[in-house]
């Protein structure tokens, strides 16, 4: 398929519309709407991950789905046959474009690379938007969904469950009792990538063995020039790419900084209010190139004193056992886990999992008196379900908002694109939130968008003035 001109794109559309078919429907957004009204929700991206969209937005309408691989449209039909039902796309642009008004909610299940240009398109049109985490691949597009979503007033989230779950909230409740004073120091951690060789089967994480990689024959159940999205056009295909092990390359994913660090420092970053690194550091790093992310790294992020919080210093590491960091002085529960985040605190350490969720003291007969003296009371409540019943309840209008809605997903895709950065290019990074990167200014091409071919290019028209984070 060519590329298109988004304007003629949008007009042609706009007719083939004139004959789209009419599906059951409620106007979001006026008075009286029921919490027992079901919403008309699309999928851009139909299999894989979107199982967990599927499940999270039981009961409502699945009324659409968009999948550039034709084999992902039945691959969840056994657990969720309404996805038979729906009307099937290979372009998100022409489902959102020729349903129009029939949808009202839409989630994003794609690769990293297309995240922004579904989220955004839907944002456009009015709709509310579910993306799966990461929110964004650079961090320029970070930036305008959260314009995006002061501007279209529609409900936002990042699908990230351990958002939702009382451990995060229980938490921040214990920091801010003052359970383990001034925090000055935080790592997260996961072992991996987990490489495997292609012949193993496939995985999500897939090493090419030559470079240049070798241009492999596109699958006729596959478009990949709508896989390649914002991406050059003249992107060649090798079988690694999809399904599943997209996340290993640059071009396309953030590694296991896109793949976990999202969990596991949800909790890190929301309690200790992690947003504006004023230094981001590679404290070391093993294999990676301009095509593939590192086997391992450990990056640093420096924090200034954030109102009463003391400065910070943030840790993230992935890789094999040398890169994860040694149990502290005062952990008693054993070796430490292979995945979670240990927080250094003035008078207690502590820790969550991997999903940001049960926390527990670092040391185990400490946590034994905690438990017994009765935790801080409750301030935060609590969520039912996961993050797409909260999104949908949000839409229903009652009254909340969810935890993970863009104002807080995109500063803390920011946070961690920059980490991405680091890893890649090493060194040091010195960041302004206004400026860009200060000391490195030739990294600033990766912070904005690059190479955006024509009819992905969304988001411009939201920034009034040039800045480093507009396109001039």
């Known amino acids: 398929m060519a590329s298109l001109n988004r304007r003629n794109f949008l007009k042609k559309s706009a007719l083939a519309g004139a004959t789209a078919f009419v599906l059951p429907r409620f106007s979001i957004g006026k008075a009286g709407i029921s919490a027992n009204s079901r919403i008309n929700i699309a999928m851009i991206g139909a299999g894989n991950i979107a199982g967990m969209a599927y499940g999270g937005c039981k009961g409502e309408n699945i009324v659409a789905l968009a999948d550039v691989d034709s084999t992902m449209f039945g691959q969840q039909s056994e657990n969720h046959p309404e996805v038979l039902k729906a009307k099937h796309f290979a372009d998100f642009r022409v489902m959102l474009d020729k349903l129009g008004k029939d949808i009202d909610a839409v989630c994003i299940n794609t690769p990293d690379h297309t995240h922004f240009a579904a989220t955004m398109h839907a944002m456009e049109m009015g709709k509310h938007v579910c993306t799966q985490k990461p929110l964004t691949h650079n961090i320029w597009q970070a930036r305008t969904l959260q314009k995006a979503k002061k501007k279209y007033k529609v409900v936002t989230n990042m699908a990230v469950q351990g958002h939702t779950y009382d451990g995060i909230r229980q938490m921040r409740e214990w920091y801010e009792a003052d359970v ?14 987990d490489w495997r060789s292609f012949e193993e089967g496939r995985w999500y994480w897939h090493k090419p063995n030559q470079y240049p990689m070798t241009k492999d024959p596109v699958p006729a159940h596959l478009d990949w020039d709508l896989w390649l999205g914002p991406n050059p056009a003249d992107t060649e295909f090798n079988e690694l790419y999809h399904p599943k092990s997209w996340r290993g390359f640059n071009a396309f994913g953030n590694g296991l900084f896109g793949d976990w660090m999202p969990h596991i420092a949800d909790a890190p970053v929301w309690v200790l209010d992690l947003f504006e690194p004023v230094v981001v550091e590679l404290v070391r790093r093993d294999g990676g190139n301009d095509i593939v992310v590192p086997d391992g790294n450990t990056v640093r992020w420096e924090f200034k004193k954030r109102g009463s919080k003391a400065p910070c210093t943030f840790y993230w590491h992935n890789g094999d056992k040398s890169f994860m960091p040694e149990a502290p002085e005062g952990w008693t529960w054993g070796d430490l886990p292979k995945y979670g985040t240990l927080y250094y605190g003035d008078k207690q ?42 999104w949908v309840r949000a839409i229903k209008g009652d009254g909340s908002e969810p935890g993970a809605n863009f104002d807080y997903a995109a500063p803390y895709t920011e946070m961690m694109l920059i980490g991405v950065l680091a890893a890649r290019f090493g060194g040091r990074i010195e960041w302004d939130p206004k400026l860009g990167i200060t000391n490195r200014p030739e990294l600033n091409e990766y912070v904005r968008p690059i190479n955006v071919r024509e009819g992905w290019d969304y988001g411009k028209d939201l920034w009034k003035k040039r800045s480093k984070f507009a396109v001039s």
């Open 349 to 390: 350490l502590g820790f969550t999992d991997e999903r940001s969720n049960n926390p527990r003291l670092g040391n185990k007969e400490a946590m034994k008196e905690f438990k017994a003296a009765g935790y801080p009371e409750e301030k935060y409540e609590r969520v039912k379900g996961g993050p797409f019943e909260e």
């Open 180 to 193: 383990f004073g001034q925090i000055h120091e935080a790592h997260s951690w996961i072992q991996g990538p």
